[in-house]
């Protein structure tokens, strides 16, 4: 089930960069993630879902700006579809 927390949390990061990315005409595919207030490239390390949210305490490591609460809600919300999904249906065709 840890497996399927993960999993659903890196969707669920991938989801928040479609949705921020994809109403502003940005590449998905071209350009690395970046902080939005100061454009700053992101290390792998600031990529981690959930955890690198809770270890900056929701703040850009590089300029201090806020980021907003709804990247980790996304986030955990996807992680527990995907654990719920996996107690009701196990590794199925419908998962």
């Not at 089930?1 to 595919?29: C, D, E, Q």
Request: some cysteine; charged content about 15%.
């Amino acid at each position: 089930m840890a497996f399927n927390f993960l999993l659903g949390a890196i969707v669920g990061s991938f989801l928040n960069a479609l949705i921020y990315r994809i109403p502003r005409k940005i590449s998905i595919y071209k350009k690395r993630s970046f902080c939005p207030k100061c454009n700053h490239q992101l290390a792998w390390y600031d990529l981690i879902p959930i955890l690198s949210y809770i270890l900056l305490r929701g703040k850009c490591r590089y300029c201090g700006s806020k980021i907003s609460p709804k990247y980790l809600i996304v986030e955990l919300i996807t992680a527990f579809y995907f654990s719920f999904s996996f107690l009701m249906f196990g590794y199925s065709v419908f998962y």
